[in-house]
């Protein structure tokens, strides 16, 4: 099955900085998202991108897909966005499942 | 209106017990399935339904039976339960198998004593 490594495994930020979290996967994907656990543990989708880029406010998220690696951006970071970031990949062919990273908790 | 929803939140019960968990989903998608997080936070995939259908079944002990009475509807049924059980078992949905976007129910913590 695909490879999921997410980095940094932990990152500490003072309120207002900006940070760079990283997604790579070992093989081609065509489903990759980025999920926000919070620290009450609910899971929220942020961002669907197989490819491109997308920005939702201070969220922002790149997928280069050929480089097989995905980042997500936060700009000017808020105690509400602490909690833990996943990012899942999967294929859209026979039943290969979603695999999620291990995540980095911020 | 919640989209995923899981009852109950929590469960604390003794080994050897069975427990059930609800989760309906409200957002009209054909495929749900049930993820369990370990205590690393770690998300493993137990089962999908597409339509009812059970279409994944990961290694999982049979103590484990998800039943699907209906596209909107996906119980988790868990007999005879290890202390190795407590985890926090998330319900999540998505319009088509492994395609596009997943939405997670709250998640329900089981801790088994």
């Known amino acids: 099955g695909i490879q999921v490594e997410q980095s940094p495994p932990d990152l500490i930020l003072q309120e207002g900085a900006n940070s760079t979290l990283r997604c790579n996967f070992s093989?081609?994907?065509?489903?990759l998202q980025w999920f926000h656990q919070n620290p009450w543990g609910q899971l929220i989708n942020l961002f669907y991108?197989?490819?491109g880029t997308k920005q939702n406010g201070r969220l922002s998220a790149t997928t280069v897909a050929t480089e097989r690696y995905s980042l997500l951006y936060i700009s000017s970071s808020q105690t509400t966005d602490s909690g833990v970031y996943f990012c899942a990949v999967g294929r859209d062919f026979g039943n290969e499942k979603l695999t999620f990273g291990t995540g980095t908790r911020l | 209106d919640t989209a995923v929803s899981q009852t109950p939140k929590y469960l604390v019960t003794q080994m050897g017990n069975d427990k059930s968990i609800k989760c309906e989903q409200n957002l009209g998608h054909d495929t749900m399935y049930w993820y369990k997080q370990d205590s690393k936070k770690f998300l493993k995939i137990m089962f999908s339904?597409?339509?009812?259908?059970?279409?994944i079944n990961e290694t999982v002990p049979n103590r484990f039976s998800p039943k699907s009475p209906d596209k909107a509807h996906l119980n988790l049924h868990i007999n005879s339960l290890e202390l190795g059980d407590s985890a926090v078992y998330f319900c999540?949905?998505?319009?088509?198998?492994?395609?596009?976007?997943?939405?997670f129910g709250e998640g329900s913590r089981l801790t088994v004593l």
């Open positions: 991108i197989p490819s």
């Open positions: 339904y597409n339509n009812k259908e059970l279409i």
């Open positions: 093989d081609s994907v065509n489903n």
């Open positions: 999540a949905s998505s319009q088509v198998t492994w395609t596009g976007e997943l939405f």
